[in-house]
């Protein structure tokens, strides 16, 4: 509402007839207003936005004390912690009751300004929509979102996302944004649905090489001056080993990770030989994983009941089980009491 977006009609309140279409009127209009606020967080990104006190400080106790406080803001308020678009949008659920989200991010940093103004129905609301978004390419973002805020509920379901869809979370251009701390989460699950652990450990050489969050800054193994350098490569280092490279064959370790830099000459031919041999007097280079087991997530088997395929094989008499007191008839209350229904015939025992 920095300038009108549309001409002032002079008896514009006759064709409002409720206050939602006059509030809606002032907001797109800028008429009337008397405070002004210079949002966004670069320099060169910011825009001024004019709005009306007491419309705010009906909808927000933080805008009330703003403006009519003991110290109320007389002059352009400053706000360098949201983006213009993000507080445009608040400002047009206070006018005109409309919660806009288009996408993740853009409900993510709505829930920022929200719980900054104390506007816990838009944060639920916000929190909905991030739920019904939920997708393998958004769901390491959510994660941290929810992680940061104390979403409980959002943190949870974006992990049973994370472990269901797990080989398209890390393939997805996505992964390379993630967090180094989300990435370190990631490989600390014990249960991730991916084929083998080679696909993981692709997935952290790609966002070694491409993270924005590295900064260019690649893993020395030789030991690093630079106090930053030597804080992301410590880091770096810490995801690698929690990858199961006992998992692999020695064929897949020597053509994959045993090429890449994330690991010393010695330590790649350590971990060769305890891959090739159990019993090989070469120990595992200190502080990597030693477990053998597979992440893959099994698919649960289903049990069914004990079929026959001819009522000739069925005794002529089966004694009733006397605690049986359903109502589907006799062929459900017969047995040892099994969980499923079933037929026994002598030839099928139990």
Known sequence: ??????????????????????????????????????????????????????????ASPVFHAMFYGSLPEKSIIHVTDLDYATFHALLKYIYTDVIAIDSVDE???LVRAAKKYMFSFVVDKCIT???????????????????????????ERSLELLRKETLKVIQDDSFKNAEI??????????????????????????????????????????GETDAEQQSVSISIRNIIRHIRFLTMSPQT??????????LT????????????????????????STKKT???????????????ESNAFLPEVLPRNPYCSNNFGPDFCYGNMHPYPYYISHRFPY
């Open 1 to 58: 509402m920095s300038a009108p977006n549309k001409p002032v009609d002079m008896d514009w309140q006759i064709s409002c007839h409720d206050i939602k279409s006059r509030n809606q009127y002032l907001f797109e209009t800028g008429e009337m207003t008397d405070c002004e606020f210079m949002v966004g967080r670069e320099p060169k990104n910011q825009k001024l936005i004019s709005a009306h006190k007491m419309i705010l400080a009906m």
């Open 294 to 308: 597979a992440r893959k997530i099994q698919a649960p088997v289903l049990h069914s009941p004990v079929q026959v």
């Open 253 to 262: 370790f020597a053509e994959g990770p045993m090429k890449t830099k994330l």
């Open 129 to 155: 929509a991030i739920q019904a978004k939920l997708t393998p390419k958004t769901v390491l973002r959510v994660y941290e979102f929810a992680t940061l805020f104390d979403e409980t509920q959002l943190k």
């Open 181 to 222: 701390k989300t990435v370190m989460m990631v490989v600390q699950q014990d249960k991730l649905n991916i084929n083998s652990e080679l696909e993981l450990f692709k997935a952290i050489n790609k966002y070694v090489t491409e993270s924005p969050e590295l900064n260019g800054h690649q893993i020395n193994n030789t």
């Open 265 to 288: 000459k010695r330590e790649s031919l350590a971990m060769l030989a305890n891959i090739a041999s159990s019993n090989t007097d070469i120990p595992m280079p200190k502080g990597f």
């Open 107 to 109: 409900a993510i940093e």
